[in-house]
């Protein structure tokens, strides 16, 4: 089968591979659609966190079952997705019903090779239905469950303002759940064209341009003085990250969805006085997938959207580096291979 690996920070190359053999309580996927991810784009750059060279990229993934061991209740020729965060099942965070932070918790294509291949042999455990979803829209659960994920850690509540920094499609993404949850949403960017599609695509209620507004007086005419009570961040900057504490209500929470690789700060006393809660927000549950599925087929989230750049999977190396410049306007790169 032919694979697509990231060898070293800027160079990809496609190389022949060995079709995976089934193991036991695994299923092998042939791989339909590759959304291409910040964490991918990321890797490529050389900015990702947790992350070894030479790797096979691709964790946003759908594909059709082609063998299988251990999968009760699924079959052969069905179309699915996976959870792309294998855990081991005992460790505190497992027991405790939180794998997705297990202690030793392996990410496809950050931690071991992921699905930018004809075919992927997948732990059994991971399976997730498609149910009736396209290829399409099954390869988009997983980064809209990150946002999802985000916004459960947040317990968003009914018409309070939630300010989410970041207008990339995991920013989006919380975007959408927020709205779902209730909230009245606050996108936080630099690029207005991204800040124009959370308006137009996903009807995000107020918009605000971090390079041409004065941030923090936006926020409190849009609070009404309050400020939001919820920030979540979804830049993975460190810049963004700091200064949005300066943004946060009184009492309020704020959730780091993005990850950079260098130690954060604030104030002390201004956060203590907020009394404030700090939290980060790692992956997604099998409920959170759920959830985004479940929101697909009741209309409430239009994944298709998301969708502003198609490829086949023999082009990738070759567009794979225009994806990383703004003024290209990817929010979602979908690759298809068949």
Known sequence: MKILVCNTPG???????????????????????????????????????????????????????????????????????????????????????????????????????????????????????????????????????????????????????????????????AMEFARIAGGRVIALDINDSRLDFAREKIGVEFTVNALTDNVAEKLAEITNGDMPTVIVDATGNLRAINTAFSYLAHGGRYVLVGLQKGEISFSHPEFHKREATLMSSRNATRADFEHVIQSMKNGLVDPKTYITHRVTFPQVKEQFESWLDPANGVIKAMVAVE
């Open 11 to 173: 160079t990809l190359s496609y190389q022949e591979a060995e079709k995976p053999v089934l193991e036991k309580d695994h299923t092998i996927i042939k791989i339909k659609r590759i959304g291409i991810c910040g964490t991918d784009l990321h890797a490529f750059e050389g900015t990702q966190p947790f992350f070894n060279y030479p790797r096979i990229l691709g964790h946003e993934l759908s594909g059709e079952i082609v063998e299988m061991d251990g999968a009760p209740g699924f079959s052969v020729g069905e179309a699915v997705t996976f959870i792309p965060y294998f855990n081991c099942g005992t460790c505190v965070a497992c027991r405790n019903e939180r794998p997705n932070c297990c202690t030793t918790l392996k990410v496809s294509g950050v931690h071991i090779d992921g699905g930018m291949s004809e075919y992927l042999s997948v732990p059994s455990y991971s399976l997730v239905h498609g149910d009736g979803l396209t290829y399409d829209e099954l390869a988009l659960v997983e980064p809209l469950a990150i946002g999802a994920h985000g916004i459960r850690r947040a317990d968003v509540r009914k018409n309070e303002m939630v300010l989410v920094v970041g207008a990339g499609p995991i920013g989006l993404g």
